[in-house]
């Protein structure tokens, strides 16, 4: 059966997106996971033991909404697509999921240090704060259970000890939102070897809020203003 325009382009794109993580050094060895939503019942998304830097876009599979792939002799998908459906089941605004394991970002998670000091503008406009959920049994369903109250309201959050969760409008939405993330998890390390990160002030915040809307952006974020 040949592929449609919409899957061919949801292909190049998410092999293209997983290749440019691993480039990045946001994964490495097999790790990481990257889905697309195709139309209302399917997802395409990277298999099971793959390295992402290798990967083409023939390998990537289609499942179901429960995660089941569509076609009996495909790979398997990745065993933390729970998350990844998660996301698709609480968010009607979402059509793709990227979680990586960017180095610095989570760094901060394993010294129990906030990223969501409100220190750079791009990131209080595009997303606010950048929680952390609380740890779980990668690839278990404790993932799911620990991520869904901050999938709702947030864009971007980290996984304590293990990694970032992105989505997006589209794959490379979700992907511009994960380098955003390890963006500011840069500049706080340096401002915190320079002496400790002086945030944004109030005033400050509260005129880029107002602004938001200029960048088409209309969703709710939560700021965690300094005391």
């Known amino acids: 059966m040949s592929k449609s325009t919409e899957e061919l382009t949801a292909r190049q794109a998410l092999a293209e997106v997983s290749r440019l993580c691993y480039q990045r050094g946001y994964i490495t060895g097999t790790e990481g996971n990257f889905s697309i939503r195709l139309g209302s019942d399917r997802i395409l998304t990277t298999p099971r033991g793959v390295c992402k830097g290798r990967i083409n876009e023939s390998e990537l599979v289609i499942t179901d909404l429960s995660g089941n792939p569509t076609d009996p002799n495909a790979a398997l998908p990745s065993t933390e697509l729970k998350m990844h459906l998660a996301a698709y089941r609480l968010r009607s605004d979402v059509f793709a999921v990227v979680h990586a394991h960017p180095t610095i970002a989570v760094g901060f998670t394993v010294a129990g240090v906030s990223l969501s000091t409100p220190a750079l503008p791009e990131v209080v406009c ?34 304590d000890h293990h990694g970032a969760l992105c989505v997006g409008k589209d794959i490379w939405d979700a992907f511009y939102k994960l380098e955003t993330v390890e963006h500011q998890a840069q500049t706080l390390l340096v401002a915190h070897l320079l002496g400790g990160p002086k945030p944004l002030s109030k005033m400050q915040i509260d005129s880029l809020l107002s602004i938001r809307s200029v960048y088409g952006l209309t969703n709710e974020v939560d700021i965690e203003y300094s005391s």
Not at 134 to 156: C, G, M
Request: charged share 20%.
């Open 126 to 159: 595009t997303m606010g704060g950048i929680p952390v959920a609380p740890y779980a049994t990668p690839s278990t369903d404790e993932v799911v259970e620990s991520i869904e109250p901050f999938v709702k309201k947030y864009d971007a959050l980290m996984l």
